[in-house]
């Protein structure tokens, strides 16, 4: 069993940065794929960056590229996602995830976090 707690959202204005977190615990982490995903209001839930347990291909959107970048830090558990130049449309609950399936896949992940809220003020 793995359990995924996220940290860092909150309230920020446009062009502004955070951090989140997203730490873990149980067996597989360090070989695992590991996203951060997000649900907007009314919008289905989509990828925004993902990193894999083997190798270091990672993957962002293309609304993210050049803002946004994912790490992890094997000894902490713990995953992160750094957010720059922030906009409006970032706004969402961000979701962490661990998986051992395909990795450009939501089916790919067998567990979530309970999210994070981002909210960018214009």
């Known amino acids: 069993q793995v359990q995924l707690v996220e940290l860092g959202g909150g309230l920020v204005q446009a062009g502004g940065s955070l951090r989140l977190s997203c730490v873990a615990s149980g067996r597989t982490f360090r070989y695992s794929n590991m996203g951060w995903f997000r649900q907007a209001p009314g919008k289905e839930r989509e990828v925004v960056a993902v990193?894999?347990?083997?190798?270091?291909?990672?993957y962002y959107a293309d609304t993210v590229k050049g803002r946004f970048t994912i790490s992890r830090d094997g000894g902490k558990n713990t995953v992160y996602l750094q957010m720059n130049d922030l906009k409006p449309e970032d706004t969402a609950l961000y979701y962490c995830?661990?998986?051992?399936?395909?990795?450009?896949?939501?089916?790919?992940?067998?567990?979530w976090g309970q999210g994070t809220k981002v909210t960018v003020s214009s």
């Open positions: 990193i894999p347990g083997i190798g270091s291909n990672t």
């Open positions: 995830a661990h998986g051992t399936g395909t990795i450009s896949r939501q089916s790919g992940y067998d567990y």
